[in-house]
């Protein structure tokens, strides 16, 4: 495949470094994290927001095992290898940066950001928070979209498609179609 873009998939070191670039400039890094399993409006609308703060957006994704950990053994649907590349294919994400613990506070810790965006649904433990306040930078809390979830968007397939085992996806979507009309 000769793609004339490809998503910047970067070390610790390697945002660590675009960061104090950015810096020297005057311009600010935007971190935030999750797992990004299924991406949805809400996981796009987040990123664009988060974006918005600043100049350049670092997503810190949890690795495979990291998100076994946190969301139990069928998950990830994805893996990490094409999750890191839809979201660093979104126009809003400048880069992307693995980390394989459980939660974000190392990899915050050692990029540093300026700007530290989460979820409101996060408000009650920010991991990272101290650190990124500490050196003089600020957490911002997102408004979720309301209705998107990547549980939500299981659930539904599994509603539609998981009592009839392996489909055929066409014969499947015409029967849905069909039943719409009625």
Known sequence: MNATFEP???TVAEARAERDRLHAEGKKLVFTNGCFDILHRGHVTYMSFARSLGDALCVGLNSDASVRRNKGPNRPINSEEDRAYVL???????????????????????ILPHILVKSRDWAHYV??????????????????????????TIER??????????INVKAADAAA??????
Do not use: W
């Not at 991991?127 to 939500?152: C, I, N």
């Not at 397939?157 to 392996?166: C, D, I, W």
């Not at 179609?177 to 009625?182: A, H």
């Open 8 to 10: 910047k998939i970067l």
């Open 157 to 166: 397939v599994l509603e539609v498609y998981g009592a009839r085992g392996k």
């Open 127 to 152: 991991s990272g928070r101290e650190v990124v306040e500490a050196s003089g930078g600020k957490v911002v809390l997102a408004d979720m979209v309301g209705g998107r979830s990547t549980t939500g």
């Open 177 to 182: 179609k069909k039943e719409e009309c009625l």
């Open 88 to 110: 660093g294919s979104l126009r809003a994400v400048d880069c992307v940066v693995f980390f394989d613990e459980d939660e974000p506070r190392d990899i915050i810790a050692k």
